[in-house]
């Protein structure tokens, strides 16, 4: 995931107004949205399963509730299934597809944005560019 410095402007989805701001902070946004997508993106979501016959790794008798819903949950894994097999081909499509999307979302949060030392208005702005660019844009050649 980088930033070809020598292209002018470094993407043709990048006006060459901003072009300079750019390249001048795509360091630390790639810094930033790659160490989300890793820690967090990966590393967040708790599938939940059966993990011997009638132990779960969750309660069942007060299982978590939805965010879609709002309900409880009404499925899991069952004993011996896994990401994998459950969604095949498609399981490492979708991961990488969540740990994109989280960090690309959590990329423009103050609040972790402070957790990688940027602490001031000039420096949310720089992460963000003016008028904002999508992290993702960074990714584009």
Known sequence: ???????????????????????????????????????VGHGSGKLLSETAPNVYNFDKDCPPTSPLTGQSIESW?????TWTGVFGKLATTVEECRANLISYYLADEEEVLRLFGLEDEASFANCRFSPPLPPFLLLIR
Do not use: C, D, W
Not at 9 to 16: A, G, K
Not at 77 to 81: D, P, R, S, T, V
């Open 1 to 39: 995931m980088a930033i070809r410095v020598e292209s002018h402007p470094p993407s043709r989805h990048v006006h060459p107004s901003e072009a300079e701001s750019l390249k001048s902070h795509s360091q630390m946004v790639n810094f930033v949205t790659t160490s989300i997508h890793e820690l």
């Open 77 to 81: 894994y069952k004993l011996g299934q």
